[in-house]
């Protein structure tokens, strides 16, 4: 394996929620400290090959990249949509990957299950349980004994 490969992230989705996230994720991973990566867009129906300074791949060329590794979070609001696409990220052995705004709260015993989009001022109370791909919008809140399936 040759020592110039880079971890490659990627947000699914370059329309208006994708490129809402995108500043989260790249705040996420500059807080990781680590150089050795490439923060790009997925989105299967764009015609521009950047958006905002970060390459845009259809999820077929995004598959042909040569990385270490490959993570993803998929960024699309539309909860069908994002159900159909974790199944081709399955198909191929693509980690999930969850972005969380560093002003979320969390307060006791919260759960909250992997791909996880956590936009900035989201609160959540005590005691929640919450599945798989969850999204939460900016200044939204979860209060206590919440149970949440996935998708939502
Ligand atoms: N999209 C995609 N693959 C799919 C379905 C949708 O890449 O299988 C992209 C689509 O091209 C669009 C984005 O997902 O750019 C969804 O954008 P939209 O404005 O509909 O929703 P939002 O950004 O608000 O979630």
């Given at each position: ?12 989705g370059a329309s208006g929620f994708g490129r ?23 989105d299967?129906g ?30 699309i ?76």
């Amino acid at each position: 394996m040759s020592n110039n490969l880079k971890y490659l992230y990627a947000i699914y989705g370059a329309s208006g929620f994708g490129r809402g996230v995108m500043p989260l994720a790249r705040e996420q991973l500059v807080a990781k400290n680590d150089q050795n990566y490439e923060l790009v867009f997925i989105d299967d129906g764009a015609c521009q090959s950047i958006v905002n300074g970060h390459r845009v791949y259809s999820f077929e060329a995004f598959l042909e990249l040569d990385a270490v590794d490959k993570y993803i979070a998929i960024a699309i609001a539309n909860s069908e949509i994002r159900e159909k696409l974790v199944l081709k990220l399955d198909l191929v052995g693509i980690k999930a990957w969850s972005v969380y705004a560093d002003t979320m709260i969390m307060m006791d015993e919260v759960n909250i299950g992997e791909g996880a989009v956590l936009c900035n001022h989201v609160h959540f109370t005590s005691n929640i349980q919450i599945g798989k791909y969850f999204h939460a919008n900016y200044f939204s809140y979860v209060a206590h004994d919440c149970v949440i399936g996935d998708y939502v």
